[in-house]
């Protein structure tokens, strides 16, 4: 049977801590089901850590492990809150190895999740750590992604910033590519849009429009692949970057160094420039399928008039 992505990060947090003499850090790690059922049922003796609700102070608990190499996971249950946690982060546990030449690894697990959860809470915020240095950033949406994610993680010495979504918990298929035959446009989706550009590709297909995939798993560092940049400039109109973030933040970067690249046009959709509420009305939700439908017929429709 296959596994979920929810059923991976539990496995493979609680074999992380057995063979590395390592921990896990959080806030209510224990309470309202295990972050999801991702957190082994451990106790502190065992190394699970329960911090209090002092978000700042946690980050500066959590890079003393680092710099101890401890190899310390750290579960920040809604992305929001890294706005309290980031300073200590970037300040300390991502120069740590540049400036002192002390390592100080950190395997954090930023989780997001829409649905009418707080101002602070929702959606995924890669694009605050995506500036600095001495971190990586990945959003892996597969169980093979999140193995991706945690054996680079081992294999080096950086903060890895792992940007998950709840939406791909119960996820278990791997998200391939769809570059094939002479296409319209490229859709490039992060995070939870990738399900909701193949969900836009079927639909759009059906009215005759050909739509490619290209799916974002790193960020930070963002790597154009060879077979990317061919299936771009051999497209009709170029492509569009997807985000569960704000726009002009990764999305507006990548889009920029597609651009530079393939000299083809490049859009972005993403979070709306405004904040978000406890109420269905003021949530601020990423591209749906139907929206994604909608920008790439005014693309191909206004470009093909040309």
């Known amino acids: 049977m296959e596994k979920t992505v ?9 074999n992380h801590i057995k063979k590395n003499n390592s921990l896990i850090f959080g806030q209510c790690l224990s309470a309202v089901g295990w972050v999801g059922g991702t957190v082994p049922e451990l106790t502190e003796k065992e190394g699970l850590v329960e911090l209090s609700m002092a978000d700042v102070a946690n980050g500066g608990i959590v890079a003393g492990a680092g710099l101890s190499n401890r190899r310390p996971i750290y579960v920040i249950r809604y992305q929001g809150f890294n706005w309290f946690n980031a300073s200590i982060i970037l300040n300390y546990a991502c120069k740590s190895k540049e400036i002192w030449n002390v390592p100080c690894p950190i395997f954090i697990r930023g989780i997001a999740m829409e649905g009418s959860i707080g101002p602070v809470a929702g959606s ?13 950033i990945i959003s892996p949406m597969t169980p093979k992604e999140y193995l991706i994610a945690y054996n680079d993680f081992m294999k080096n010495d950086e903060v890895m910033y792992v940007s998950e979504h709840r939406g791909s918990y119960t996820n278990t298929k791997e998200l391939d590519d769809y570059l094939d035959g002479d296409l319209d ?16 590709k079927v639909e759009l297909e059906k009215e005759g429009y050909k739509i490619g995939i290209a799916n974002i798993l790193w960020i930070k560092p963002f790597l154009i692949k060879k077979e990317w940049e061919k299936a771009v400039i051999k497209s009709k109109f170029g492509g569009v970057v997807l985000d569960d973030d704000y726009t002009d933040g990764v999305a507006s970067n990548l889009a920029y160094q597609l651009i530079k690249r393939t000299k083809k046009n490049f859009e972005v959709m993403g979070l709306k420039d405004r904040s978000a509420g406890f109420s269905k009305t003021t949530d601020n939700l990423p591209p749906s399928n139907e929206e994604i439908i909608k920008k790439c017929k005014e693309i191909i429709n206004k470009k093909g008039k040309l």
């Open 6 to 14: 929810r059923e991976t990060i539990k496995e493979t947090s609680r």
């Open 185 to 200: 446009l490229i859709l490039f989706p992060i995070s939870i849009t990738r399900f909701e550009a193949l969900k836009a």
């Open 124 to 136: 995924s915020q890669h694009s605050i750590y995506y500036k600095m240095p001495g971190i990586k």
